[in-house]
């Protein structure tokens, strides 16, 4: 288990704290073939990288990493709990992580996702982002690379 099975419906979305990195590593470990280590995310984490978590009764459900760089901003991970996946829980982080740019006049976001992932996929093509560039092979897989698909939203 990721610690990530409850029952309640206490939802938060807050901002990321370092003591949440253990929680976020163990849904992090679960949910990806290569996974982001405790080293990288510490390193993110101590420039200008930042994360919101959503929460259900005090336990971390999934986590938004995210780089704001003047009127750009970038989502650079999104995961949900692997047992909790497709209820709901990325797709309030994102539209909390969209109306947060609002007071920093961000006029686009930027993000890639795995062209294999069609649960993302159609997650920020909901959220209006728009598909402009492809890296070939750019994920490593168990058996097989697949591309990244480059997506963007204006925000104006």
């Known amino acids: 288990?990721?610690?990530?099975?409850?029952?309640?419906?206490?939802?938060?979305?807050?901002?990321?704290?370092?003591?949440?990195?253990?929680?976020?590593?163990?849904?992090?470990?679960?949910?990806?073939?290569?996974?982001?280590?405790?080293?990288?995310?510490?390193?993110?984490?101590?420039?200008s990288t930042r994360a919101l978590l959503s929460l259900e009764d005090n336990q971390v459900l999934g986590y938004l990493v995210y780089q704001q760089v003047l009127d750009e901003a970038e989502v650079l991970n999104l995961v949900t709990c692997v047992e909790r996946q497709n209820q709901g829980y990325a797709s309030r982080l994102?539209?909390?992580?969209?109306?947060?740019?609002?007071?920093?006049?961000?006029?686009?976001?930027?993000?890639?996702?795995?062209s294999d992932n069609l649960a993302a996929i159609a997650l920020y093509t909901k959220y209006l982002f728009e598909p402009h560039g492809i890296?070939?092979?750019?994920?490593?897989?168990?058996?097989?690379?697949?591309?990244?698909?480059?997506?963007?939203?204006?925000?104006e």
């Open 94 to 114: 994102l539209n909390q992580f969209l109306m947060s740019l609002e007071p920093y006049q961000v006029k686009r976001v930027y993000l890639e996702v795995a």
């Open 135 to 155: 890296r070939k092979d750019y994920y490593k897989r168990e058996n097989y690379r697949c591309n990244a698909i480059l997506m963007s939203r204006r925000l």
């Open 1 to 47: 288990m990721c610690g990530c099975v409850v029952a309640g419906n206490n939802i938060e979305i807050r901002n990321y704290d370092l003591k949440d990195l253990p929680e976020i590593l163990k849904i992090e470990k679960k949910a990806h073939t290569n996974p982001w280590s405790e080293e990288f995310f510490s390193k993110q984490f101590s420039g």
